[in-house]
């Protein structure tokens, strides 16, 4: 791990501003993916602004009904909260589906929206990654590609984003809110948070330079059934091979997002009206342009009986 300065914000918006007097500065509140990422010397940051001491822990009502989640609550709290519980059971469910109890006391509710891709060759410096070190090459496509990208991804790059909690934040239509180092706030709908890889696979949010995320708010509640399935190689620290979240409600329509397939949560709205058609109209209208590798073609497959299963556990629910 090189050196690095350390600093302590007094506010979000002295976080954000001192984070553009450094060359290279990151945010750090839990750390789980941030330090793994130093030691291994994927991420650099000659300036480190510790966000703990701000008051951005806190899960509140909105005025509209939903709740905004600051976004330094901690993903175990996020989980157990009996308001999420209730409401957003899709979201409590992702949560408590992704990593180990230990790195869920630590991990935050922003810290988890940004964390980077688990593809094996981002991992190692070895081999060439237009991610890592732009321009370099996708080592995945012509390699080991089982876990990575099926759909939205490119010819520069095909990993996925590893987080079970945005794949609940994008069906449910949460918002991230911000704030630059000019002082200047933003709310962003969680569908534009994350870009799809293009030429630029560096380049993985919407968020401007030394932007922070301050909170995470959900819309009031849906109702319905709410069921999370995630699939993967063995039972624990391990990151799905696809996910399904889903939102049915009584009359058979409802909200569907993947994870696993795609360079960020994959929802297609205009194809969620197909759910009462089955799962297999509603795979073909969520994956339409797939192109999968010939060793993660699988994928298509398994998306569409896990969707299977998830509406029929939802039928028997209702």
Known sequence: MRPFTYLRAGSPAEAAAM??????????????????????????????????????????????????????????????????????????????????????????????????????????????????????????????????????????????????MAVAMRALDAHVETVRSDGSTRVIPIADLHRLPGGTP?????????????????????????????????????FALISVGVVIRPDGSGRVALGGVAPKPWRVEAAEPAMAQGAKALTEQLLAGATPTPENAFKLTLVERTLASVMAQARAQA
Do not use: W
Not at 61 to 72: K, Q, S, V, W
Not at 108 to 129: H, I, S
């Open 202 to 238: 560096n380049i993985e949010t919407t968020l401007t330079a030394h932007e922070l995320i301050t909170s995470v708010t959900l819309p009031p509640p849906l109702g319905g059934t709410h069921i999370y399935q995630k699939v993967r190689d063995r039972a624990s620290y391990a």
């Open 19 to 164: 984070a553009a007097q450094g060359t290279d500065s990151r945010f750090i509140a839990g750390g789980t993916n941030l330090l793994d990422l130093m030691k291994l010397e994927i991420e650099t940051p000659t300036q480190l602004i510790d966000l703990n001491g701000l008051a951005l822990d806190r899960i509140e009502a909105t005025p509209e009904g939903g709740l905004r989640i600051g976004a330094l609550v901690k993903n175990t709290d996020l989980a157990a909260d009996a308001r999420i519980r209730k409401d957003y059971g899709l979201l409590s469910r992702a949560l408590l589906a992704g990593a180990s109890g230990q790195l869920r006391n630590m991990a935050t509710t922003a810290g988890n929206l940004l964390q980077r891709t688990r593809c094996p060759y981002f991992y190692d410096p070895n081999q060439p990654c237009n991610k890592r070190q732009p321009g370099s090459g996708c080592s995945a496509i012509s390699g080991f590609s089982r876990p990575l990208g099926i759909i939205g991804v490119s010819d520069a790059c095909i990993a996925t984003h590893p987080s079970d």
